[in-house]
């Protein structure tokens, strides 16, 4: 999948995930200001990571000075260690869940260890052994920069903590000026290891989010959605 910036509206520009359920990659938004982009989440790996520099760069797009993690899951952080000179901002419980992942021994025989001792983790371990080029340059890094509840950037960028089933650290990114706001995976069921036949997507929670301000609403799987979108998703 060739990968490339988009522009969705006002200052915020998408770079879509892989629709290939296998490859376990989430989008990545860029909120461009002259004050320094925020990258909102990190790519699935250090050589997606360079990808992404690359695609913002042949998009004319300022360099980034803060990257925000939606939440811990690998898919949305392994590619942290790759940005140079950026602040990783986070949810202080998602903080504790990476500092216990960074000391996990991260290799393909790892990965193979923890299949065999728990089937469920057969489609993410994997995903991980095609996402990841060279282990050795693999560091899964904490947010240097945490918060509890809300946090305003500088260039103006709302990060809230809304929790949920599919991660206790899931956090939204709001962009008022441009009508967007980031869902990352926040509304969907816990993921595939943990999940049991009675879980759902968690559409009251994007209920309680909708905002007759924000025309844009964007989750990390799935395409952007318009507000009246989102209503009729709901209402089902």
């Not at 996990?104 to 299949?115: G, H």
Request: one cysteine or more; hydrophobic letters at 40%.
């Amino acid at each position: 999948m060739v990968v490339v910036f988009e522009h969705l509206a006002g200052r915020v520009w998408l770079c879509p995930g892989d629709p290939e359920p296998e490859w376990v990659q989430a989008g990545v938004a860029v909120i461009a200001d002259e004050r320094g982009s925020v990258v909102v989440d990190a790519g699935q790996s250090p050589s997606h990571a360079r990808e992404l520099q690359a695609a913002m760069r042949t998009a004319g797009l300022p360099a980034p000075r803060w990257l925000v993690y939606t939440h811990h899951h690998w898919d949305h952080v392994w590619g942290a260690c790759a940005w140079p000179d950026v602040e990783i901002v986070g949810h202080v419980s998602g903080a504790e869940l990476l500092r216990a992942e960074a000391d996990r021994p991260w290799s393909t025989r790892y990965l193979r260890e923890e299949i065999r001792r728990n089937r469920r983790l057969g489609p993410s371990f994997r995903a991980r052994a095609l996402a990841v080029d060279s282990w050795d340059e693999l560091r899964v890094l904490p947010p240097t920069r945490v918060f509890t509840d809300e946090l305003e950037l500088p260039t103006g960028v709302l990060v809230r903590h809304v929790g949920g089933r599919h991660a206790p650290d899931s956090t939204i990114v709001v962009v008022p000026d441009s009508g967007v706001m980031l869902l990352g995976d926040s509304w969907y069921p816990p993921p595939a290891h943990l999940r049991t036949p009675a879980d759902e997507p968690d559409l009251a929670l994007v209920g309680r989010l909708l905002d007759d301000d924000i025309g844009w609403y964007v989750s990390s799987h799935s395409p952007p959605m318009t507000l009246d979108e989102a209503r009729a998703a709901i209402a089902g």
